[in-house]
C-alpha cells in the first residue's frame, strides 16, 4: 500500500530500496528554506543495517501489511550470536526456526519458555517479533537505599535475574518479582505473591 512519505510512524513496515525495514524513529523537519520533510531512522528487518532517509510530502513510499499470528516460545538453542530460537503456532503446532538477529538482542534476554509473541509474517517469511509489552522478573540484588533520599521520587539500580540492570523504587529488594516494561526497561509495578 502506497502512502505519503511524511505520513510514516515508528514500527511501520516499509519496502525501500530493495529492502524490508522497519521505522525505527521519525522527526518532522522545517527548515529556515526548502520544503518540510521527515527525517526517519530505518532498520533492515534481513541484516538488520541502518538508514537514515529523509522523506518529502510528495514522495510515496510502499507500506507493507504483516500477517499477524500468535506463537509460543519453546526454547532456545546455541550461543549468542549464533542462537536461533523455537516457537511453536499456536493453531496447528507447526514449529518454526528463528535467527537471533531477528529475535534483537534486548527482547532475546527476557524470553521465557512458553512465553506467547506474534511473529509478523510477509509472503511466508517472518520479518517481525512482538513481544509482550509487560513481563514479570525476578529481582536477583538491589543497591541498598541512600541516605536522605525521599520515597517518591527516587530510584536505585538493581540487577535482574536475566543480567539486566534497571531502576527501581527504593523499596524494591533482591528477591522480589516485578513487572517491568520490555521497551524502555521502566519499572511498573511489585508483583504481589
Known amino acids: 500500500m502506497k502512502v ?22 521519525t522527526q518532522h523537519v522545517k ?8 527525517q526517519c531512522e530505518l532498520s533492515e528487518l534481513r541484516e538488520g543495517t541502518k538508514l537514515h532517509e529523509r522523506f518529502r510530502a ?22 549468542d550470536s549464533t542462537a536461533e530460537y523455537t516457537f511453536m503456532d499456536k493453531t496447528n503446532y507447526e514449529q518454526l526456526l ?17 512465553m506467547d509473541v506474534t511473529l509478523g509474517i510477509s509472503e511466508g517469511e517472518v520479518l517481525t517479533v512482538s513481544m509482550p509489552e ?10 541498598a537505599v541512600v541516605k536522605g ?16 540492570r534497571v531502576m527501581v523504587p527504593p523499596y524494591v529488594e533482591g528477591g522480589m518479582r516485578i513487572v517491568i516494561r520490555i521497551e524502555d526497561l521502566r519499572f511498573i509495578e511489585r508483583v504481589k505473591r
Not at 134 to 143: I, L, N, Q, S
Not at 149 to 164: C, D, E, I, Y
Open 149 to 164: 533520599q525521599t520515597q517518591s521520587g527516587s530510584f536505585k539500580p538493581a540487577t535482574l535475574s536475566n543480567g539486566v
Open 58 to 79: 510528495s514522495e510515496s513510499v510502499e507500506r507493507l501489511r504483516l500477517e499477524e499470528r500468535a506463537f509460543q516460545f519453546l526454547y532456545r538453542s546455541g550461543l
Open 31 to 38: 527548515p529556515g528554506k526548502g520544503g518540510a520533510f521527515l
Open 134 to 143: 509487560t513481563v514479570e522478573v525476578d529481582v536477583a540484588d538491589a543497591d
Open 98 to 114: 528463528l535467527p537471533a538477529r531477528l529475535i534483537g538482542e534486548a527482547a532475546a534476554r527476557f524470553l521465557e519458555e512458553g
Open 4 to 25: 505519503d512519505g511524511n505520513s510514516l510512524r515508528p514500527g511501520n513496515i516499509v519496502s525501500h530500496k530493495g529492502k524490508v525495514w522497519r521505522v525505527v524513529k
